[in-house]
């Protein structure tokens, strides 16, 4: 800005409003966009904030020529946005841009055709970034976080306005995806329900016409919020849909989907080979995967107790410490195995003591009683088949199939 002369701001400002004057002239959606992008952090908005932060009277020049001031209730709030935005006040920034969004919907409600969806795709995304980010300011100097919720409010009129019958509706399920990221933020998921329904209910949506990438992003939250539900099955089909069809170069992404579908697969009985957990940077998954398959309970704790926080972080924590039925079937099961190969006519006759032996060996101190109710749970769901011999505390397995596959079920089915 020291070098900024004041014939030259004005010529960035001019340049900038005859850019927007004629994207909505010419119905450029792209052009539009760009013009709106506050967090971009592209060179030319970046020099246009220092523009204005010399120029005191854009307000007057805009409101008195006439193809710039029937979009002034638009452009001067946005003006406010970058100058803040620049000079990182990122409070007043989101205010000044909330305030143009606002003007910007009203437009739109106005234009017939679905030309500027771009453009509203954009502004619900820096509604979104902007408030996050006047969140994290407002925190870090005391103040109450407040910004983010406002945003959700906003997003709720935007998905309001598309939500109806028209070309404009393609544009609703981006909004909704918008509005997922805040409610997680939140922890405020609850209020997915009601724009879920809207999507999935109503039959003004067809949800094969949405663009790919918003169908991925939806199935990938509604997956998460299955999983947060137990509802595996679900799950299982929703982040199974988001990974098939999410681009194969996005990796991080495709890590965000895998970190939530792995333990939805573990709980249904499917295992990811190793060399996927390598690629995609997932190995706090290696040793509960190895604990199902050696039915080691110690290892299985240990892992869960490595990587709590983020696991707890991730909301997956709960899922993956229902998985020690499968793991006790697994030891069971083993011993059923060993036992075959010294006295097949023996085998399906399993004495809780060898159970307590197994166990004592992974360093897990339990007594005959405990195991027995255990044994009983894993009757009950179904990974054993057989019936306790109670007087000689012997599972009596069955001698056909006695370890039922879960075949895509989850345990508690």
Request: with cysteine.
């Amino acid at each position: 800005m020291a070098y900024l002369s004041m014939g030259e701001a004005h010529r960035r400002i001019t340049e900038y409003l005859n850019r927007f004057h004629d994207a909505v002239s010419y119905q450029d959606g792209t052009a539009l966009k760009r013009l709106l992008s506050v967090s971009s952090d592209s060179p030319h908005l970046l020099s246009l904030a220092d523009a204005l932060n010399l120029v005191q009277d854009a307000s007057r020049a805009i409101r008195q020529t006439d193809k710039y001031a029937q979009y002034a209730d638009i452009i001067l709030p946005l003006f406010r946005s970058l100058q803040n935005y620049r000079i990182k006040n990122l409070a007043d920034s989101y205010q000044a841009f909330e305030k143009s969004a606002n003007a910007f919907i009203q437009e739109f409600r106005n234009w017939e055709s679905a030309w500027a969806l771009e453009a509203l795709y954009v502004v619900a995304y820096e509604i979104r970034v902007l408030a996050e980010r006047a969140d994290r300011e407002l925190a870090s100097v005391g103040k109450t976080p407040e910004k983010l919720k406002a945003a959700g409010s906003f997003l709720m009129k935007v998905f309001g306005v598309l939500a109806g019958k028209g070309p404009k509706r393609v544009g609703a399920l981006y909004v909704t995806c918008q509005l997922f990221k805040v409610y997680f933020k939140l922890g405020t998921v609850h209020l997915c329900r009601s724009v879920i329904r809207s999507i999935e209910t109503a039959r003004i949506f067809e949800f094969e016409e949405f663009p790919i990438r918003d169908k991925v992003t939806y199935m990938y939250y509604t997956g998460r919020l299955e999983v947060f539900n137990e509802n595996f099955p679900a799950a299982d089909h929703k982040l199974s849909y988001a990974l098939t069809h999410c681009n194969p170069r996005s990796e991080a992404n495709i890590r965000m989907i895998l970190k939530y579908l792995i333990p939805v697969k573990l709980s249904i009985g499917i295992l990811p080979q190793e060399s996927l957990l390598g690629k995609y940077k997932l190995l706090e998954y290696s040793n509960v995967v190895l604990a199902l398959k050696r039915g080691d309970l110690r290892l299985l704790r240990h892992a869960l107790e490595e990587h709590e926080d983020r696991f707890l972080r991730s909301g997956v924590y709960l899922v993956l410490e229902k998985l020690e039925l499968q793991v006790y079937q697994r030891l069971v099961k083993k011993i059923y195995i060993i036992q075959k190969q010294k006295d097949p006519n023996k085998a399906h006759q399993v004495k809780l003591e060898v159970i307590v032996k197994a166990l004592k060996w992974l360093e897990m101190d339990m007594d005959v009683d405990e195991v027995e109710c255990i044994m009983s749970i894993l009757i009950f769901k179904n990974l054993v088949k057989g019936y306790f011999a109670h007087k000689s505390k012997v599972v009596v397995l069955s001698k056909q199939d006695p370890f039922p596959k879960l075949n895509g079920k989850p345990v508690n089915s």
